[in-house]
Antibody, heavy 122, light 108 residues
Framework: QLPLVESGGGLVKPGGSLRLSCAASGFTFSDYYITWIRQAPGKGLEWISFISYSGDSSFYADSVKGRFTMSRDNAQNSVELQMNSLRAEDTAVYYC???????????????WGPGTSVTVSS | EIVLTQSPGTLSLSPGERGTLSCRASQSVTSNFLAWYQQKPGQAPRLLIYGASSRATGVPDRFSGSASGTDFTLTISRLEPEDFAVYYCHQYGSSPQTFGPGTKVDMK
């Protein structure tokens, strides 16, 4: 079983919404910040958001601020990314990832999910 | 925002050769919070190096990282066939976190 698995991707029209989930297993989920990173087709990696281990704070890239919202449920070992007002440029594979160090605001990403694909097109 | 510039864009090498990949930051990276990742087609990235020079768990010792000011280097001492991939640097010391554009290591 993979420690992180994303789901919820698919095809959505411009202006539409999608909710991605990231399910965790095999580690103490509530100890770790979780990050979302995306990768547009044939392009590099883009950090888009992270949420604290407690869920009381989250941060977003300017490209998604005001449109995307991250939340977590530590009882269910899951994180969600609510994506609204989607644009063609949001088309990408979306990865959730965990940091190397528990409780740390500063962390490299040592556990990644396999990703879920989002396509925004009419 | 810290901009990371990676060079070269593509590095063509043969198995057994040494590879040197560069990542230059547009400003100081807090506490050298700089990581390197390897990504193969269709796969998620894999963490190689964090804190500029610490190897992640399970990473072979042919991979090493170093820092000098705003210049960071990933060195692969002797390329193995499985090392042909794209490599990204990532700074996580300042918000927003940023990634470099990547260096593709391909077979000569």
């Amino acid at each position: 079983q993979l420690p992180l698995v994303e789901s919820g991707g698919g095809l959505v029209k411009p202006g539409g919404s999608l909710r991605l989930s990231c399910a965790a297993s095999g580690f103490t989920f509530s100890d770790y910040y979780i990050t979302w990173i995306r990768q547009a087709p044939g392009k590099g990696l883009e950090w888009i958001s992270f949420i604290s281990y407690s869920g009381d704070s989250s941060f977003y890239a300017d490209s998604v601020k005001g449109r995307f919202t991250m939340s977590r449920d530590n009882a269910q070992n899951s994180v969600e990314l609510q994506m609204n007002s989607l644009r063609a440029e949001d088309t990408a594979v979306y990865y959730c990832a965990r940091g190397v160090t528990p409780f740390s605001y500063y962390y490299a990403l040592d556990v990644w999910g396999p990703g879920t694909s989002v396509t925004v097109s009419s | 925002e810290i901009v990371l510039t990676q060079s070269p864009g593509t590095l063509s090498l043969s198995p057994g050769e040494r590879g040197t990949l560069s990542c230059r930051a547009s400003q100081s990276v807090t506490s050298n919070f700089l990581a390197w990742y390897q990504q193969k087609p269709g796969q998620a990235p894999r963490l190689l190096i964090y804190g500029a020079s610490s190897r992640a768990t399970g990473v072979p010792d042919r991979f090493s990282g170093s820092a000098s000011g705003t210049d960071f280097t990933l060195t692969i001492s002797r390329l193995e066939p499985e090392d042909f991939a794209v490599y990204y640097c990532h700074q996580y010391g300042s918000s927003p976190q940023t990634f470099g554009p990547g260096t593709k290591v391909d077979m000569k």
